[in-house]
């Protein structure tokens, strides 16, 4: 099992450009999650998904978007990325609301 | 405003010595994690408390859920240099959000 997969590991953007953030999860969980990271913050949940085909917003969801195609994949978006977006971005997922998440190995994003 | 605030944000200690490591809030939460996460990995669960006033254990580290349930805290005695890591708490509140704490940095020096 690789658990929680997160692609890419690294990437720079300029300011204004997309990309989108891929996590993979082999658990069968129903629930995933992105966060983001930042020096004395501890994680922010961004967006999370309940289920395959729902997606719902965490406490910082501005600038971002998701989706949950299929129950293993969950994508993030940054339509138009701001250096405020800079950040380590994580990936979770959980079998319910409540029980152990676990995590992907990050995404460090520089935005210049 | 963060849900869960930790204290303290920096710990520096000798090998050998004890700490502990405090995270409140002004809600109420049914469950509560801690989570420890080294340099460039995830977090990774250490513990779940769920009844208020419940303490566990694990090895060197003592965990509390406060009575009524908005805070906890953890514990470590004589600590190693295996310990080193963020510390992070972590519950869910209604709805399915959830939040982490801002994180206490442990450095345990040989």
């Known amino acids: 099992n690789a658990g929680v997969t997160q692609t890419p590991k690294f990437r720079v953007l300029k300011t204004g450009q997309s990309m989108t953030l891929l996590c993979a999860q082999d658990?069968?969980?129903?629930?995933m999650y992105w966060y983001r990271q930042d020096p004395g913050m501890g994680l922010r949940l961004i967006h999370y998904?309940?289920?395959?085909?729902?997606?719902a917003k965490g406490e910082v969801p501005d600038g971002y978007n998701v989706s949950r195609l299929k129950k293993q994949n969950f994508l993030l978006g940054l339509e138009s990325a701001a250096p405020s977006q800079t950040s380590v971005y994580f990936c979770?997922?959980?079998?319910?609301?409540?029980?152990?998440?676990?995590f992907g190995p990050g995404t460090r994003l520089t935005v210049l | 405003t963060q849900l869960l605030e930790q204290s303290p944000q920096f710990l520096s200690i000798q090998e050998g010595e004890n700490l502990t490591v405090y995270c409140n809030s002004s809600?109420?939460?049914?469950?509560l994690q801690w989570y420890r996460q080294e340099p460039g990995e995830g977090p990774v669960l250490l513990v779940t408390?769920?009844?208020?006033?419940e303490v566990k254990k694990l090895k060197r580290l003592t965990f509390q859920f406060g009575d009524a349930r908005k805070d906890s805290s953890l514990h470590i005695t004589a600590a190693q240099p295996g310990d080193t890591g963020l510390y992070l708490c972590?519950?869910?509140?209604?709805?399915?959000?959830?939040?982490f704490g801002t994180g206490t940095s442990l450095t345990v020096i040989p």
């Open positions: 979770a997922s959980s079998a319910s609301g409540g029980t152990e998440q676990f």
């Open positions: 658990m069968n969980h129903e629930y």
């Open positions: 998904s309940v289920g395959e085909g729902t997606t």
């Open positions: 809600s109420v939460f049914s469950s």
């Open positions: 408390v769920v009844t208020g006033g």
């Open positions: 972590a519950g869910p509140t209604t709805g399915n959000q959830f939040y």
